[in-house]
């Protein structure tokens, strides 16, 4: 089982604590940093001292981290142009080596679009789907040739495809609860696939549905890595527990319910339980960013007694 530490920096976090936390990450033998791609805070959160932008944010660390894989759950496809996307995303992936994982999700967040002036368009699966064939589509095209395009979005003539990644192949990340389209979608570009902030019953259910959907697109289901995206909260103690859980605005039931929190133990059960349906990655969403005795606690008592 994969452990990945997973941040929402839009939540309150400047480069230098995002740089902490990767190395933290990387020390404590985490398999990677991942983190979301927005611009406004949600909840009670100030936000502050700003947004800072995924990408940016990860060729950064990409300079400054030599082992830990780096990604987006999910870079948002309404923010970017494809052929944009993909240079950003391939020279990123030049810069680390070729340590970079791509999750492109269709976006949601309307006040984030809303506040900076991003277009929120009707149809974002649509896209989301042709983002995601111009991407593969650029990368895959080999050195010499061109690529054009041609869908109802998008449209490419003569794109040189330039740069390639560092990667022969930069794992794709397609993820959601969508019962029909995100499966789809899924089998047709994804090397993993991710449920967020689900039970085990339900992560069930979409893994099923997306292995069903690799068949029907005569791909193997195994090809494809499952994976869960979940709140950690973890603690030595009831009270420590009780204390995190404070520190995120978060009430302890709640979290037993809906994430990874308790003992050590506790989490080290649950998450035995999404490994029994299929999942070998678990992205565990770390609120408090200050707090890193908290990611020294997961990684020697929670990562050390997973297989």
Not at 117 to 131: A, N
Not at 166 to 179: C, D, F, I, S, T
Not at 281 to 288: E, M, P, S
């Amino acid at each position: 089982m994969d452990l990945r530490i997973f941040t929402e920096p839009q939540q309150g976090a400047s480069y230098e604590t995002l740089l902490r936390v990767a190395r933290a990450t990387e020390d404590l033998g985490f398999d990677a940093f991942f983190r979301s791609d927005h611009y406004v805070a949600m909840g009670d959160a100030d936000g502050l001292p700003g947004p800072t932008d995924a990408w940016i944010t990860l060729a950064g660390l990409a300079r400054e981290t030599s082992r830990i894989r780096l990604g987006t759950l999910m870079t948002a496809g309404t923010f970017r142009l494809p052929g944009v996307l993909a240079i950003q995303v391939a020279q990123v992936d030049a810069m680390s080596g070729g340590r970079v994982e791509f999750g492109l999700g269709a976006g949601w967040f309307e006040a984030e679009h809303t506040a900076y002036g991003i277009p929120f368009p009707p149809e974002k699966l649509g896209r989301l789907e042709e983002q995601l064939a111009v991407v593969t589509g650029i990368w895959n095209t080999p050195p010499g040739r061109t690529f054009d395009f041609d869908g109802r979005f998008y449209r490419l003539r003569e794109c040189p495809a330039l740069p390639k990644p560092a990667q022969e192949r930069v794992p794709v990340l397609v993820g959601g609860l969508g019962p029909t389209r995100t499966p789809r979608i899924a089998a047709g570009y994804a090397d993993e696939f991710n449920v967020p902030f689900a039970s085990v019953e339900d992560s069930d259910r979409q893994f099923g549905r997306v292995r069903a959907a690799a068949v029907e697109q005569g791909r193997r289901p195994e090809e494809l890595v499952y994976s869960n995206a979940l709140v950690a909260c973890v603690g030595k103690d009831d009270a420590e527990v009780a204390r995190r859980a404070a520190a995120i605005g978060r009430e302890v039931p709640e979290l037993r319910e809906n994430g990874l929190a308790g003992s050590p133990a506790e989490v080290v059960d649950k998450i035995g339980r999404y490994a029994e349906i299929g999942a070998s990655r678990v992205y565990l969403q770390v609120l408090d960013l200050h707090d890193l005795d908290h990611l020294e606690l997961i990684s020697s008592q929670v990562r050390s007694q997973l297989p």
